[in-house]
């Protein structure tokens, strides 16, 4: 090893072990200084914990609750500890904190009434204590649910997909399996390491694999390499069923065919991964340790971080409306941590979007850490830290909730705008704006399906003074956008003013917009170059007006400063967006649509993101999901139908699909569609049973109605009102009077 490969390597792992310090630091101890906390307090026996709490911390977070956290609850010795610590055990994962609600707590307990639901069935356990609950109350619904439960050759079978999350280290899109061993008892998680494909066998399957190898038939057909008994378990398994033939082998579907010529081990690392979510999504135990104390939350973490906002929506060149927002504070204010002549800081943003009843539309956050110089961090200290972001939003009145946290110095700020977000072809002429902006360019080579960032409009860049601060002598760069209602024709005169304190008119202009200037959605941008030189520094205010007319918030406080005053240029944070033409952007407003309970225009935008890619599944799962929440029973058939015909196994689907028909009036298909859900699962329920016992009634058929609902109530007695049907049904019509 040469010299140099030998220092760049020392370099890197002292810088490795300097932000491994920095994460301790943060975290508040070391591991080491935590463990001689908790040894000077009692561990209790979890049988000894109070039942409220034992069964709280078993059955209900025993899923996402870390080791750490654990270990300190077992320590707890008062009513008020106990309930301190439930408090802050959810106050630390609230995604948008300071808003009335707490969508984390909400999403775990949907997963866990779930799991405790359906997923306990057939099992002497309740949902969660069940793999598949641990599996759903960690990573949530799949994309897509296969059941192969009717084979000769393999045990009962799922494979359940799904979208991965790159914030949670998880891959694109993965597989988790569950396999009824033995075909008893409840469905455990499959490995395909420690498991391996042979376990998925049973006894007719074994003898199958044995015929195929003595008989030495290589099945070359499916197989692309392959070697041993595992070329003709990959044959068994791709005559059964596609997924399985992947799954069986790895869990990655993007190594599906290859499986042979790969490791399972990294199948195995997957599943570790998963497992080690809880550690992952709350890395920082020490607000555990500060109940434990009796330390104090205020003793933490401090509202006192100076800040300055700014949020503006704006329509896009794709017609569509974004909110674009900024945040800066002083640089004096920024605290850093120092470690051998190397200086780090870390930085949360958080917030969300909410309509005027208090509807979570849009959650938010981003971390923004960096390790500098002493050079860097005496810059970062005197200059002010700008964090950029942009969201799609829907069209009308909504409120951004902004929270910007130093993690170094547990300090925080929060912003609130009451935003009017415009949409394209108003009712009447409306400007928007303005962007006040401290500099601007143009973006070479600009390419509209690449990502962009804030204050981005086509291949104008912008960077806006967040604080409506100006050096004299500098212009100042402010964008707006007249919006034109569908059909305008005419001109109209768009002004500024800037005027001083005492209200006179130091700079004006004036620019004529003509319908022939608007894109394909009325919009014309424009950007104004207002000078500054010869004017005193102080307090000013722009104004802009169309025709004369002054609207509703296009009224912004401009400082002019002495050169000099603040050196250099800010520290800026933008985070990169996708392009408006993403399917993920489309996916985010639809979902804001259904939330805000607007189905129709949420279809809508899904159909037009399917045209552009079809084969995403997510899309098509979310396109169901509208389908069936807005009624549209008819388009919910259409798209159900070859989705079923394609996965034949996939029963959640078909179920689905026969609910589509019976709410479309459509009792035949209705019924065929159940009947084949009951053939597929090989066992009944009664829910099953008791929507499949309306269709025949709707079809005029009270007779194989009975039979229907007496196997219900066979199934599970305790069912008034399915005898209450069946008693109904079963009255002998009355003879109409002679």
């Known amino acids: 090893m040469s010299d140099?490969?030998?220092?760049?390597?020392?370099?890197?792992?002292?810088?490795?072990?300097?932000?491994?310090?920095?994460?301790?630091?943060?975290?508040?101890?070391?591991?080491?200084?935590?463990?001689?906390?908790l040894d000077r307090y009692p561990k209790n026996a979890l049988k000894d914990v109070p039942d409220k709490y034992r069964r709280w911390v078993r059955a209900e977070v025993g899923h996402i609750i870390t080791d750490n956290e654990f270990e300190v609850f077992l320590r707890l010795d008062s009513e008020a500890k106990y309930e301190g610590f439930l408090e802050g055990f959810w106050k630390v994962r609230d995604v948008t904190p300071g808003t009335p609600r707490n969508e984390y707590r909400e999403l775990h307990y949907e997963r866990l009434a779930h799991a405790n639901k359906f997923l306990g069935r057939g099992t002497s356990r309740e949902g969660w204590e069940t793999d598949k609950g641990r599996i759903w109350i960690l990573l949530g619904e799949p994309l897509?649910?296969?059941?192969?439960?009717?084979?000769?050759?393999?045990?009962?079978?799922?494979?359940?997909?799904?979208?991965?999350?790159?914030?949670?280290?998880?891959?694109?899109?993965?597989?988790?399996?569950?396999?009824?061993?033995?075909?008893?008892?409840?469905?455990?998680?499959?490995?395909?390491?420690?498991?391996?494909?042979?376990?998925?066998?049973?006894?007719?399957?074994?003898?199958?694999?044995?015929?195929?190898?003595?008989?030495?038939?290589?099945?070359?057909?499916?197989?692309?390499?392959?070697?041993?008994?595992?070329?003709?378990?990959?044959?068994?398994?791709?005559?059964?069923?596609?997924?399985?033939?992947?799954?069986?082998?790895?869990?990655?579907?993007?190594?599906?065919?290859?499986?042979?010529?790969?490791?399972?081990?990294?199948?195995?690392?997957?599943?570790?991964?998963?497992?080690?979510?809880?550690?992952?999504?709350?890395p920082d135990n020490t607000w555990a340790m500060k109940v434990l104390t009796g330390t104090t939350e205020s003793d933490v973490r401090f509202e006192t971080l100076d800040m300055d906002a700014t949020a503006i929506g704006l329509i896009d060149t794709d017609g569509q409306p974004f909110i674009h927002f900024a945040t800066q504070?002083?640089?004096?204010?920024?605290?850093?941590?120092?470690?051998?002549?190397?200086?780090?800081?870390?930085?949360?943003?958080?917030?969300?979007?909410?309509?005027?009843?208090?509807?979570?539309?849009?959650?938010f956050d981003a971390n923004m850490s960096g390790e500098l110089d002493t050079e860097q961090a005496r810059r970062f200290n005197s200059q002010p830290f700008v964090y950029l972001d942009i969201l799609p939003a829907l069209p009308g009145h909504q409120t951004l909730t902004i929270t910007l946290e130093n993690k170094v110095a547990r300090t925080f700020g929060v912003t609130t705008f009451d935003l009017d977000v415009p949409r394209?072809?108003?009712?009447?002429?409306?400007?928007?704006?303005?962007?006040?902006?401290?500099?601007?360019?143009?973006?070479?080579?600009?390419?509209?399906?690449?990502?962009?960032?804030?204050?981005?409009?086509?291949?104008?860049?912008?960077?806006?003074?967040?604080?409506?601060?100006?050096?004299?002598?500098?212009?100042?760069?402010?964008?707006?956008?007249?919006?034109?209602?569908?059909?305008?024709?005419?001109?109209?005169?768009g002004r500024y003013e800037l005027r001083?304190?005492?209200?006179?008119?130091?700079?004006?202009?004036?620019?004529?917009?003509?319908?022939?200037?608007?894109?394909?959605?009325?919009?014309?941008?424009?950007?104004?170059?207002?000078?500054?030189?010869?004017l005193p520094t102080g307090e000013y205010t722009l104004e802009i007006s169309l025709d004369g007319e002054q609207q509703a918030g296009l009224r912004r406080s401009v400082t002019i400063r002495q050169a000099g005053s603040v050196s250099g240029r800010p520290?800026?944070?933008?985070?990169?967006?996708?392009?408006?033409?993403?399917?993920?952007?489309?996916?985010?407003?639809?979902?804001?649509?259904?939330?805000?309970?607007?189905?129709?225009?949420?279809?809508?935008?899904?159909?037009?993101?399917?045209?552009?890619?079809?084969?995403?599944?997510?899309?098509?799962?979310?396109?169901?999901?509208?389908?069936e929440a807005a009624g549209y029973w008819k388009e919910l058939v259409e798209v159900l139908t070859p989705v079923v015909v394609d996965n034949?196994?996939?029963?959640?689907?078909?179920?689905?699909?026969?609910?589509?028909?019976?709410?479309?009036?459509?009792?035949?298909?209705?019924i065929r569609y159940y009947e084949r859900s009951r053939i597929a699962r090989g066992e009944d329920s009664p829910e099953i049973l008791n929507v499949l016992a309306s269709e025949y009634i709707a079809e005029g058929k009270a007779?194989?109605?009975?039979?229907?609902?007496?196997?219900?109530?066979?199934?599970?007695?305790?069912?008034?009102?399915?005898?209450a049907m069946l008693e109904r049904i079963s009255q002998p019509v009355a003879e109409p009077a002679q």
């Open 648 to 670: 034949p196994r996939d029963i959640d689907r078909m179920v689905q699909l026969a609910r589509a028909h019976a709410e479309a009036g459509e009792h035949y298909d209705a």
């Open 703 to 723: 007779d194989k109605a009975k039979q229907i609902l007496e196997l219900s109530l066979k199934i599970d007695a305790d069912q008034p009102d399915v005898r």
């Open 4 to 37: 140099s490969t030998a220092a760049r390597r020392s370099v890197s792992a002292r810088r490795l072990f300097a932000l491994t310090v920095l994460a301790l630091l943060l975290a508040g101890a070391t591991t080491a200084a935590a463990q001689g906390v």
């Open 424 to 493: 394209a072809h108003p009712d009447r002429p409306t400007l928007v704006g303005p962007v006040l902006a401290a500099g601007a360019q143009t973006v070479p080579q600009y390419d509209r399906f690449a990502q962009r960032y804030a204050f981005q409009y086509a291949d104008l860049a912008m960077v806006p003074s967040v604080s409506g601060s100006f050096v004299a002598g500098q212009p100042i760069m402010v964008f707006q956008q007249a919006l034109l209602p569908a059909g305008h024709t005419g001109a109209l005169t």
């Open 329 to 363: 504070t002083r640089g004096q204010n920024l605290n850093m941590l120092e470690y051998e002549d190397r200086y780090y800081f870390s930085f949360d943003a958080s917030g969300s979007l909410t309509t005027p009843d208090l509807k979570v539309l849009r959650n």
């Open 571 to 627: 520290f800026l944070n933008a985070q990169p967006a996708p392009p408006a033409t993403d399917v993920s952007v489309a996916m985010d407003r639809a979902e804001q649509y259904r939330l805000a309970g607007d189905l129709q225009p949420a279809v809508q935008i899904v159909r037009e993101a399917l045209g552009r890619d079809p084969e995403n599944d997510r899309l098509r799962a979310l396109h169901i999901q509208l389908l």
């Open 144 to 282: 897509s649910q296969n059941r192969i439960n009717s084979d000769m050759l393999i045990y009962p079978v799922e494979i359940w997909m799904y979208a991965g999350n790159s914030q949670l280290e998880l891959p694109p899109f993965f597989w988790v399996v569950f396999y009824k061993r033995f075909n008893t008892g409840e469905y455990r998680l499959y490995s395909p390491l420690s498991d391996g494909p042979e376990r998925l066998l049973n006894g007719a399957g074994e003898m199958e694999l044995d015929r195929r190898a003595q008989s030495r038939q290589m099945y070359d057909t499916f197989a692309p390499t392959g070697f041993g008994d595992m070329t003709y378990l990959y044959s068994i398994f791709r005559e059964i069923d596609i997924d399985l033939a992947g799954a069986a082998f790895t869990l990655f579907p993007s190594e599906q065919g290859l499986s042979f010529g790969l490791s399972p081990l990294r199948s195995e690392l997957l599943l570790a991964q998963i497992a080690g979510l809880p550690d992952l999504m709350m």
């Open 500 to 534: 001083s304190a005492a209200g006179r008119v130091v700079r004006e202009g004036a620019q004529e917009f003509t319908s022939d200037q608007a894109d394909v959605h009325g919009v014309i941008p424009h950007l104004w170059n207002v000078g500054t030189d010869g």
